[in-house]
């Protein structure tokens, strides 16, 4: 994710000043140490800023000057998520049997039970991880695209974004309450004595005011109550330590709580209907089937279901709690950091997880794909501006008795699929039988086959090489502050 905790530095050749500034040399003289490069900005400590800014991906060396490329940094260490998650899965007997918490060997435990799967339990289960991880999915917002990109006027684009931001807080509502009473719950265990007691009340009413759905009833306790006697007491004891940093860590999620209110979304999307920007069919529908109907989407559907993402985030906390080992608290922390450089705001691919237990053999795989590659008209990443569209599939596997495997498929429209399998040795060395057998799967579900490839794997793909349109993002605003 971005860090905007560095020193500002520009990035090369994207920001450079029209008019270019030679400043003097020291020459030959060492003992000139005070020469200022306006080109050029370093750190007080004289370190410079661009640290492996010629190669982001291969640099393991701290970003100082860039947002994207600390993203395209951590981007490739993320890429261990698959051996990570196996050792996770095979160490959890020995977890078991070590003395942790029995809380977290329960977790433990009904987490796992999701990997055993057959074929139509594991379509459903990819289907429900597609439909989860986009909430902006189905006609209404394919509509609120097509007039995104087919109007010039500033007012409509920022109408659309305000919708769109109130129905992303309006959607995450249960997620937002969680994090405030989380939030609070933690604040009373920073707190000493009465303030604790105090605020514990509070919390009391907080968790009635969730249950029965008085959004407004919590947002005044928060404003009138929380905020300011938490506030109080950090000014009465000057404690800058725990309890202020959750007051501010709250501050966002109070904020998406008010914005992703129901009176506010349906006034949004009203404004859009009679601007026109939506049918003003929807703008006549009663608020009880406009709810329905922006309650009812996909992603709603799949995201209310998804045990295995609500199992893994429980396993996840009580891992990070300390409830397991030393090596499991490490695992699931290496696991979180993947999971959310996936999901950053500089990716714009779909990243879809499938650990398994197929029949006793553990393994897990990663599919990342371009939702945009039909839709991009510029010829840029995804799409060949003569050739037209290119939909490419990454997938990658590790399976615990062969090892790992990077699949590329691709399939560029009138030409057909080809495909891409890296391999370990010890599968390589049947390169012609494993190529036939791929040629038949794909021939056998109606795709055209134009050329597959077997080869051992010496280094595994990474994700900004299979899809370059990664480095689109890279000359837009990417600085840190």
């Known amino acids: ?70 993203f395209v940094q951590r981007l490739r ?10 050792t996770v899965i095979q160490g959890q007997q020995v977890e078991v049997s070590s003395g942790i918490r029995s809380g ?5 435990a009904q987490f796992l039970e999701y990997l055993h799967m057959d074929e139509g339990q594991m379509l459903s289960f990819l289907k429900t991880q597609i439909q989860s991880g986009s909430r902006f999915s189905g006609a209404l917002f394919n509509m609120l695209r097509a007039a995104y990109n087919g109007t010039t006027s500033e007012l409509t684009k920022n109408d659309i974004l305000q919708f769109v931001r109130r129905f992303g807080d309006y959607s995450s ?8 009473l989380r939030t609070t719950d933690e604040m009373t265990e920073a707190l000493p004595g009465k303030w604790s007691a105090e605020l514990t009340q509070v919390l009391a009413k907080l968790e009635n005011g969730v249950d029965a759905g008085d959004r ?51 006034e949004a999307f009203r404004h859009l209907a009679s601007s026109e920007v939506l049918p003003k069919e929807l703008a006549e529908l009663p608020d009880n089937e406009l709810l329905r109907m922006l309650k009812e989407t996909e992603f709603s559907k799949a995201a209310s279901s998804n045990g295995f993402a609500d199992s893994m985030a429980r396993v996840t906390h009580k891992a990070l709690q ?31 997880m499938l650990p398994l237990n197929w029949n006793g053999e553990l393994m897990f795989s990663e599919l990342w794909i371009d939702p945009d590659a039909e839709r991009d008209s510029k010829g840029r990443g995804g799409k060949d501006k003569d050739e037209g569209p290119v939909q490419r599939i990454l997938l990658k596997m590790d399976i615990r008795s062969l090892g790992s495997f990077d699949v590329l498929i691709q399939n560029r429209s009138g030409e057909g ?33 134009e050329q597959v490839q077997v080869a051992e794997q010496h280094r595994p793909l990474t994700v900004s090489q299979v899809f370059p349109k990664l480095f689109e993002r890279m000359s837009g605003v990417n600085v840190k502050v």
């Open 216 to 266: 407004q009833g919590n947002l005044k306790l928060l404003r009138e109550q929380v905020f300011p006697l938490v506030s109080k007491y950090v000014s009465l004891t000057h404690d800058h330590g725990l309890a202020r940093n959750l007051l501010s860590a709250m501050t966002l999620d109070v904020a998406r709580y008010e914005n992703g209110s129901q009176e506010g979304l349906l």
């Open 77 to 86: 260490g993320a890429q261990e998520l698959p051996e990570t998650f196996l």
């Open 322 to 352: 300390g409830e397991g080992s030393v090596d499991m608290q490490d695992a699931f922390h290496n696991i979180m950091n993947a999971l959310l450089i996936n999901e950053s705001v500089y990716m714009p691919l779909q990243h879809i």
């Open 417 to 449: 699929v080809s495909m891409l399998v890296t391999c370990p040795k010890t599968v390589a060395e049947h390169t012609p039988q494993v190529t036939q057998s791929l040629r038949n799967i794909l021939a056998r579900n109606g795709l055209k086959v």
């Open 104 to 108: 977290f060997a329960q977790e433990m």
């Open 1 to 70: 994710m971005p860090d905007l905790l560095g020193a500002t530095n520009p990035v090369p050749s994207y920001d450079s000043p029209s008019v270019k500034i030679t400043p003097p040399t020291p020459g030959t003289d060492t003992n000139i140490h005070n020469v200022v490069d306006l080109d050029h900005v370093t750190r007080p400590d004289g370190q410079e800023g661009q640290q492996g800014s010629g190669d982001a991906t291969n640099s393991f060396d701290t970003r100082f000057d860039s947002n994207f490329m600390t």
């Open 173 to 180: 509502t249960a997620h937002i309450e969680d994090n405030i």
